[in-house]
């Protein structure tokens, strides 16, 4: 290992390691105590802010200083950091994702490059949907989750309806189909909440944490159940002659639950349009029967009448033609 290839990997394991004694450096490295020293030394004579502790706990850190250092990404995580550029969904920030692509692209060994322009070509079809969050209100909303700290929001319970005031301990943010939302615990409640960030106008950081329960252990897991079992008009029961296993692949978390039950399984999900329950269980294409409500056995006999009315045999006759005579 060169002696620049040795420096920038002690700039790597001050990243992943704060702490590591010059012994820990040295052993890593595969050389002297002496020889480690003596690059942190020449590390800060190049402006890389590091800090030092002396005795049996003491080590080396990397402190806040004025420049960045060079970013230590391999070509895979490059790869992982472009993509992210390219999809950026935050309504501010989509003219900074271009530019911070356009300077990754010239900071990365020219190896790479190819990789990049590759990526840049790739083009997604725009995103039409007006739920999108605001760089103004999720950045610090970020910022309070990282520091635990209490913020005052004006939220709104739907897309129309006026937003309220509301204070909050926020926990984590979390993203499901490219939409953002919060889990947090409003004041002097004794449950967590999730709110769609999308619908959160203004945030003012309290500077204080507020008294709230253990949070949810899996932030993921508790925002994809609520959206599943919101406040919706109708909760949905379907048992399902198949192994929970394989209805898993076919359904988001986000839409509904599935309850295993020996050979067989529960459907769980929430709906305010029963037309909706009806059509998306006959996309699922699979055997079911409906537990509750029982208003859905009708909205299916609907559902089928209207598409045997629709598509009446005699108006499509089964054809006979030659299977070879088939446009291909």
Known sequence: MSTVARRLEILALLQAHPGISATGLAERLG???????????????????????????????????REMPPLL???????????????????GLEAAAVTAFAKLTRVVPAKWRT??????????????SARRAGSDVLVPLALACR??????????????GPARTVEVQPHRLVT?????????????AARWLVYGVDRIDSVQPLGVPLAAPGPPADAVAFVTGSLA???????????????????????????????????VCELHFGADDLDWAARWLVYLNLDVDVVEPAELVDRLRSLGGWLVDRYPTSRYPTSSADPGSVRQ
Do not use: M
């Not at 800060?44 to 806040?64: D, F, Q, S, T």
């Not at 990404?73 to 935050?90: F, I, P, S």
């Not at 635990?148 to 897309?159: K, T």
């Open 229 to 263: 079992h919101g406040p919706w008009r109708h909760r949905v029961r379907v048992r399902v002659f198949t192994s929970g296993d394989l209805v898993r692949e076919l359904v988001d978390p986000s839409v509904a639950t599935v309850v295993d039950d020996g050979d």
């Open 176 to 188: 499901v189909r490219r939409r953002w939302y919060l889990v947090a615990c409003p004041r002097d």
């Open 147 to 160: 520091a635990g700290e209490g913020v005052r929001i004006r939220h709104r319970r739907n897309g129309t």
């Open 31 to 65: 050389v002297t105590e002496r020889t480690a020293r003596r690059d942190v030394a020449h590390l800060r004579e190049l402006g890389y802010h590091i800090e030092g502790e002396a005795g049996r706990l003491g080590g080396y850190r990397l402190g806040p200083g």
């Open 115 to 128: 990789r990049l322009s590759a990526l840049a070509d790739v083009q997604a079809p725009p995103d039409r």
């Open 73 to 91: 990404l391999d070509a895979d995580e490059v790869a992982a950091v472009a993509v992210g550029l390219r999809t950026v969904a935050v309504t």
